[in-house]
């Protein structure tokens, strides 16, 4: 199967600041996928190093098989980016900036533009200046979405989209993936990982903590417990992670069902849940001692 990504050994460091080190990372062509990692993970700049945007320190990547260090300008052709944050030329209105972006291109404003305004409701008589959060990063989208890429690299694309607008922004996504592209989606926002993207990246500290499909990740043998009117959890080989609360204790269990279920005999268990760890779970198992946000 044809590689979009292939990332060897990447490193980049700023000064004496790790951004990312020794990363390695393949993603297929065709496929929707996720890169997970708090801010400061090394999320984005691996995607400027994909662009060419950052010189590597050492590593390569290759975009369908073209080294960056040496292709940058062919590979361009081939991508489409969206950048956490868009800065645009003030005095502009959004309908001269969507004209810019296409141009850049080589290509011209068209039905697929005026198609996606309308899905993403962007007011293109508006000055940049005047939108808000949200219809920045729509016109942002827009930018992004209008060009046909093969591929299409995302950095934290939904911030600022209310609920509305982010289930129309995937609806597009689903659509481009459908068609043939590949999806790199960056985000801390691990329910959009888990609902779109075949499989997943977990960055950590510049370096890359796992890689499965997503569903493999939601599949995980741990179960996550909670017993009410329990102060304790039991005392069996598999229980992690207990967690003491006001109506009960909350634990992880990697074990046979029924020696659970064995265990607990004789508890004053007033009621009881048990559930697959989801990714917000998994994505903490892999930074002990984090905060959940």
Do not use: W
Not at 68 to 80: F, N, W
């Amino acid at each position: 199967m044809e590689k979009a990504i292939e990332i060897q050994g990447l490193t980049k460091y700023y000064g004496k600041n790790k951004g990312v080190e020794g990363l390695n990372l393949t993603v297929e062509a065709g496929e929707f996928f996720g890169f997970i990692g708090p801010n400061g993970a090394g999320k984005s700049t691996t995607i400027r190093c994909i662009l060419g945007l950052l010189r590597m320190d050492a590593g390569d990547i290759r975009v369908f098989g073209t080294s960056v260090r040496t292709h940058r300008d062919k590979i361009l052709r081939e991508i489409s980016y969206m950048p956490s944050e868009s800065v645009f030329y003030s005095g502009m209105r959004v309908k001269e900036l969507l004209r810019l972006s296409a141009k850049l291109y080589g290509e011209r404003v068209g039905e697929r533009t005026q198609e996606l305004c309308e899905r993403l409701k962007l007011d293109t008589e508006k000055r940049v200046e005047e939108l808000s959060l949200g219809n920045r990063k729509k016109a942002g989208i827009v930018c992004a979405l209008q060009h046909p890429a093969r591929l299409y690299l995302l950095d934290e694309p939904t911030s600022g989209l209310d609920p509305l607008m982010q289930k129309e922004f995937f609806s597009l996504l689903k659509e481009k993936n459908e068609e043939g592209a590949t999806i790199f989606l960056s985000s801390h926002v691990l329910g959009e990982v888990q609902r779109y993207c075949h499989r997943a990246a977990i960055i950590r500290d510049g370096g890359l903590a796992a890689m499965e499909e997503v569903s493999a990740l939601n599949q995980k043998s741990a179960k996550k417990v909670t017993l009410y009117g329990v102060r304790k959890a039991p005392e069996l080989s598999g229980v992690t992670k207990a967690e003491q609360g006001e109506d009960g204790v909350t634990f992880l269990y990697h074990g046979k069902i029924p020696e659970l279920l064995e265990a607990l005999d004789g508890l004053p268990i007033q009621d009881m849940t048990m559930n697959d760890l989801d990714l917000e779970d998994i994505f903490f198992h892999f930074y002990e001692g984090g905060t959940k946000r």
